[in-house]
């Protein structure tokens, strides 16, 4: 049994590299994944979420497509963090990766103006599979009064919070809620690189007036994801335009971002003001219950027996977010499977010891990384690679203070993950911070309208509240 699942695996790797290139599966998929088949799904580990989330957004079907001509069965993929990959990263393949992502922009810019915008994608997230609990109450009725019609008091609607909590699936869900209830409703729904890249094309091609019209003549705009603006001031002052009028017409705008409007660097003041105007809401990682229920729907997806004592033991060790709860799942069943023993508490505590408790830890940096990257308006592939210009610096070296007040993990652990860093530069960078803090000391960075700096003390204070920290005394 053993053997056959991990030739299988093999197979699906090999039909991935084929797929993508040398190239692509060498920075992406080499030493950056873990396949694990379990029960109609295809478990996709990855060393964080930066890495998760882009191959997720730009091989999903690639992976589906080759685990179906191996397997001649359309499996169900499942993206979580695996413990032991970050240090299988070496420096060269994260400056890859970061390399890979600045130039893709331009790529895919090139490749919209020279086609036109992409067709619109099948959008897979639905409010009956989305479980409700009081981290996620409001965001899902704020959700579904857009949908009723009802929602004018939370527009615009901004949800934000860490990685694998629900944003995409509730946006999706409201795209797909007023397909079913409102077919009349003209609704659209884009990522924020989305609408760069259209916006782009629209000027290069001289169809300017064409884009707006197609974004202004809506009852429903839905962008995932819209700190990708920060950075790009024209596109921002586009956006500004669109989302007034979309407004002065009386019509929604829904948002999704990693972080609080106000915590999007480089953002333009007027669209953070606009952004706060109406709803925003946080979503919180699940309480107990709720991670209790969403191992129950995902143990009955996959038409697997799990037991409630079981289901209770890992939903009190993992904490975080919902994919990482499937991702324990799967690695349980299909060590169950491998191991020819039924799922049991003794089973899940040796199956799983090890990887709960590292994947907590891995998965309060990674939304540390994501919250301090948006907050200095750097891509969070510049945080894991060995880039030196003072901004990137400055935010990695944030991250690093930030991880060693509210984690438990060490200085290597740390420099590890963000990039295979050594420990000494990790020290040395919270020594620095330390410093400053102690002299109430400013930072400075750059941003598209010039330097900007700021007490690093708020910095800090800002941060740890849309983290859910405490600074420690």
């Known amino acids: 049994m053993h053997a056959t699942v991990v030739d299988t695996v093999a197979r699906i790797?090999?039909?991935?590299?084929?797929?993508?290139?040398?190239q692509r599966y060498k920075v992406w998929f080499k030493n950056s994944t873990q396949l694990t088949l379990?029960?109609?799904?295809l478990k996709v580990g990855v060393p964080n979420h930066f890495v998760g989330n882009w191959i997720e957004n730009h091989y999903s079907d690639v992976i589906a497509t080759a685990a179906r001509e191996v397997t001649g069965q359309d499996l169900n993929l499942a993206f979580s963090i695996e413990p032991r990959l970050p240090g299988n990263l070496g420096k060269r393949q994260v400056d890859s990766q970061a390399d890979y992502v600045a130039k893709n922009a331009e790529r895919v810019a090139?490749?919209?103006?020279?086609?036109?915008?992409p067709p619109p994608r099948p959008l897979k997230g639905r409010f009956e599979d989305f479980v409700v609990g009081p981290s996620n109450q409001l965001a899902y009725s704020?959700?579904?009064?857009?949908?009723?019609?009802?929602?004018?008091?939370?527009?615009?609607?901004?949800?934000?919070?860490?990685?694998?909590?629900?944003?995409?699936?509730?946006l999706q869900a409201t795209c797909n809620g007023l397909q079913d209830a409102r077919p009349e409703a003209r609704w659209l729904y884009v990522s924020g690189e989305e609408f760069t890249n259209q916006f782009v094309y629209a000027i290069k091609a001289g169809r300017v007036e064409a884009f707006r019209q197609r974004y202004r003549d809506l009852d429903v705009l839905v962008i995932d994801d819209i700190h990708f603006l920060a950075n790009k001031k024209a596109t921002q002052e586009e956006f500004?335009?669109?989302?007034?009028?979309?407004?002065?017409?009386g019509k929604q705008v829904v948002m999704s971002s990693d972080t609080h409007p106000k915590l999007i660097g480089h953002l333009s003041e007027q669209l953070a003001t606009r952004f706060m105007s109406g709803m925003v809401v946080r979503i919180d990682p699940p309480e107990l219950e709720t991670r209790c229920e969403i191992l129950r729907r995902r143990a009955a997806?996959?038409?697997?027996?799990?037991?409630?004592?079981?289901?209770?033991?890992?939903?009190?060790?993992?904490r975080a977010n919902v994919r990482e709860l499937e991702g324990a799942l799967l690695k349980l069943v299909a060590f169950s499977a491998i191991a020819h023993q039924p799922i049991t508490v003794s089973l899940a505590q040796h199956a799983l010891a090890d990887h709960l408790?590292?994947?907590?830890?891995?998965?309060?940096?990674?939304?540390?990384?994501?919250?301090?990257?948006?907050?200095?308006?750097?891509?969070?592939?510049?945080?894991?690679?060995?880039?030196?210009?003072?901004?990137i610096a400055l935010a990695r070296a944030?991250?690093?203070?930030?991880?060693r007040r509210h984690t438990n993990m060490s200085f290597p652990e740390i420099g590890r993950v963000l990039g295979n860093k050594n420990h000494s530069t990790v020290i040395l960078a919270c020594r620095k911070l330390e410093h400053v803090l102690a002299e109430n000391g400013t930072v400075a960075w750059s941003s598209p309208a010039g330097r900007r700096h700021a007490p690093l003390s708020e910095i800090l204070t800002q941060l740890e509240e849309q983290l859910g920290k405490r600074s420690k005394p």
């Not at 090139?110 to 915008?117: F, I």
């Not at 704020?142 to 509730?170: D, I, Q, W, Y």
């Not at 944030?398 to 991880?403: C, G, I, S």
């Open 357 to 391: 408790t590292r994947t907590n830890r891995l998965l309060d940096l990674n939304e540390i990384v994501a919250t301090v990257a948006a907050y200095f308006g750097q891509m969070q592939a510049d945080l894991f690679s060995s880039r030196k210009t003072r901004s």
């Open 110 to 117: 090139r490749q919209v103006r020279r086609n036109g915008p």
């Open 142 to 170: 704020s959700a579904r009064s857009v949908v009723e019609g009802a929602g004018m008091g939370c527009n615009p609607l901004f949800v934000h919070g860490g990685c694998g909590l629900g944003k995409t699936h509730l």
């Open 13 to 22: 790797q090999a039909r991935i590299a084929e797929k993508v290139g040398p």
């Open 398 to 403: 944030v991250a690093m203070l930030l991880a």
């Open 240 to 249: 500004l335009h669109t989302f007034n009028a979309i407004e002065a017409a």
């Open 301 to 318: 997806m996959m038409k697997h027996a799990v037991p409630e004592d079981v289901i209770r033991y890992i939903a009190e060790n993992l």
């Open 38 to 41: 379990a029960d109609g799904f």
